[in-house]
């Protein structure tokens, strides 16, 4: 019991707290339009300094705090199955997850250094930097948004690994040397910051729809919904625009198998090229699917990487069976397709993404020039996801180049190039 109560003193909770608030800051100041580089710099580079020289039980806390206030909106997926009330054990869970997470780092850290027969303080901290630096490998269950570099995405320093892995040897050696000259290491991280005068594409329109995750499976409304799309389409047409991009499952039925929904985009498709999301069904196993009607040509691109327990359970097939059972009626998982898919659309080749799988490094595989996603961001409004959605894509863009087409429900769509947001 008295080892239990070390992990709950003052110190230890609001040094945890704390530091979690300094490495979370970079997501709410965005949330909130009050980034600055300078801000994100000192901020993140605290944290860092901060938890490297914090011991066992703060790293416990601070993974807790962290898993709360970078995914407490996870549990919010809830309240459209009818279990609101199991909102506040969601986000409990995913805090002690990731504190127990942070907590391995620093015991297997302070344990390996308890068995060398040297006593330093350099290896406790060495190790636990090399904890940080692998963490962004560690995806549970599949999930893959917690990438500690993310923390300098619009900071002055660059969010590559070679860039990370230096900012904390300069912080370990700076602490064990209690020399802060290491810290000018740091200086050869420095990344400049993104141009401000990209334009736009005028060709494209990218479209943005506010429709609720109950109003978008009520079938009786599906009438009306559909009649606003197929206006949203004329307007694109009247405005001379090239390509129209819809969101994420924004028509939500079987697409292939409704041969009036199909008739009516073809048609309008002589006009206009138009990429949308909608389901698919091959006689077997429903896909979450985008569709890309172009040139008289209909390609369906099924997604590749799936969300975990939201359309695929990741847990042993015992388990999975009975979580579907009980909190998806029954409903079967989806199936992902095996291969990313590249579409051309006049001189533009695109790599097709729907919502999670544009934040996982397999979609980036050959360094993809274009990408085009689909998301539906309802099922958590409202709330900070589509903000560190934005920041997951904004890093792959710095990191592969690739610029990002992204149209989405319940927030506002945008395109990601060189750097930049351009609402």
């Not at 944290?47 to 416990?60: A, D, G, I, R, Y």
Request: net charge neutral; charged share 15%; with cysteine.
């Amino acid at each position: 019991m008295n080892k239990i109560r070390q992990y709950f003193t003052t110190f230890v909770l609001t040094r945890g707290f704390f530091i979690a608030l300094l490495s979370s800051a970079f997501i709410y100041l965005e949330h909130w339009g009050l980034s600055h580089p300078l801000i994100h710099t000192i901020f993140a580079l605290s944290s860092l300094f901060l938890l490297l020289q914090s011991n066992t039980k703060v790293w416990f806390w601070f993974g807790v705090f962290t898993g709360a206030l970078w995914f407490w909106w996870i549990a919010l997926s809830l309240q459209h199955y009818g279990y609101a009330w199991g909102i506040p054990v969601g986000v409990s869970l995913i805090a002690l997850g990731y504190g127990i997470i942070f907590w391995s780092i620093a015991k297997i850290a302070s344990f390996i250094t308890s068995s060398l027969p040297i006593h330093s303080t350099f290896f406790p901290i060495l190790l636990k930097a090399l904890g940080l630096l692998g963490l962004s490998y560690f995806h549970p269950f599949g999930f893959d948004w917690l990438k500690p570099e993310l923390i300098f995405i619009q900071s002055y320093i660059g969010i590559e690994k070679w860039q990370y892995a230096l900012v904390l040897i300069a912080i370990v050696f700076t602490q064990w040397r209690q020399n802060f000259s290491y810290l000018l290491l740091i200086l050869l991280t420095y990344q400049p910051s993104a141009q401000t005068h990209i334009k736009e594409n005028q060709t494209i329109a990218l479209i943005s729809t506010q429709t609720s995750v109950e109003d978008k499976w009520n079938t009786t409304l599906h009438p009306t919904q559909f009649k606003k799309l197929f206006k949203i389409i004329d307007t694109a047409i009247e405005e001379n625009k090239t390509l129209i991009v819809l969101p994420e499952s924004v028509f939500p039925t079987f697409i292939n198998r409704s041969q009036q929904l199909m008739d009516t985009l073809k048609e309008k498709a002589k006009h206009i090229s138009i990429v949308t999301g909608g389901l698919y069904w091959d006689g077997k196993t429903p896909r979450n699917s985008t569709y890309i009607f172009t040139h008289g040509k209909v390609t369906v691109a099924n997604k590749v990487v799936l969300v975990p327990f939201g359309e695929s359970n990741p847990l042993p097939d015992f388990l999975s069976k009975w979580v579907n059972d009980i909190f998806y009626d029954g409903a079967i998982d989806y199936e992902a397709s095996t291969d990313v898919t590249d579409y051309q659309i006049d001189d533009k080749t695109y790599r097709n993404a729907i919502c999670f799988e544009a934040t996982s490094e397999k979609l980036y595989i050959g360094h993809p020039e274009n990408m085009i996603v689909l998301s539906n961001n309802g099922w958590f409004h409202p709330s900070i996801e589509p903000t560190l959605q934005k920041l997951l894509l904004l890093y792959y863009n710095k990191k592969y180049g690739t610029t990002i087409y992204h149209s989405v429900n319940m927030s506002k769509s945008y395109v990601i190039k060189d750097g930049n947001v351009i609402q």
